[in-house]
């Protein structure tokens, strides 16, 4: 299949069911009221939250389908965000140093479950296009944040940057060679969102890639 090069990331106006996002907003913070260690982040066996895919509907689907070239892309994990009030920014990073395939057959959809803007903690992302190469990552030193790219590399890249404002309803993708970052939540309320991913089916793991990720994997756990 013939890919060509795009943004590396987009926004979706106002194509999700606004009810639908009350409610399971709702539902998320029923489960943060009943975890006793308040974290940043879930995922996995950890986010115990019913229906959560149900905010990627048709229209959310056919375009991920348009962006990936791909008829059938799979729903491979969804990622519950708080932005804690006052929290930590996320440093620069890119997925794909996780995630180790090829960038045009994966990217993100970002929900927010309320409105968002960059003062409450959403991300801004650097403009280059989906197939920017992966840079350098160091091991952090931020629970549930494996790994980062220092200022010093970023700012070299001497790119501009987006940053959406989010009503209730509209969302976002970015390819997984996305540069993104956020400088935190600078008020007194959680801001939540979600973040799914999806990825064509014939997507194959880069072992050299996935051997790096691992490597800077393990020196973060040294770190906390």
Do not use: W
């Not at 979706?12 to 606004?18: G, K, M, P």
């Not at 389908?65 to 008829?71: E, F, K, P, T, V």
């Not at 197939?131 to 790219?149: A, G």
């Not at 940053?163 to 970015?174: A, L, P, Q, R, V």
């Amino acid at each position: 299949m013939y890919f060509i090069k795009m943004k590396s990331h987009g926004f979706l106006a106002s194509l999700i069911d606004v009810k639908r996002i009350v409610d399971i907003r709702s539902k998320c913070d029923d489960f943060l009221l009943k975890e006793k260690n308040q974290s940043n982040y879930y995922t996995g066996d950890d986010l115990n939250i019913e229906n959560l895919d149900q905010l990627i509907n048709n229209c959310i689907y056919k375009k991920i389908s348009i962006l990936l070239q791909c008829d059938n892309p799979n729903l491979c994990s969804i990622e519950l965000h708080v932005q804690l009030p006052g929290g930590s920014p996320i440093p620069p990073h890119q997925d794909n140093f996780y995630h180790c395939i090829n960038p045009e057959k994966g990217l993100k959809i970002l929900i927010p479950l309320q409105p968002m803007n960059s003062e409450e903690g959403a991300l801004s992302f650097l403009n280059c296009d989906n197939k920017f190469d992966v840079l350098e990552h160091s091991p952090s030193l931020l629970e549930n944040f494996s790994s980062y790219i220092k200022s010093s590399i970023v700012n070299k890249l001497n790119l501009t940057e987006t940053t959406y404002s989010y009503e209730i309803g509209d969302s976002s993708y970015h390819f997984l060679n996305s540069i993104h970052f956020s400088n935190g939540n600078k008020t007194d309320k959680n801001i939540i969102f979600l973040v799914y991913r999806f990825q064509d089916p014939s997507a194959s793991i880069d072992k050299e890639m996935l051997s790096k990720y691992e490597k800077c994997q393990k020196e973060h756990k040294l770190r906390l």
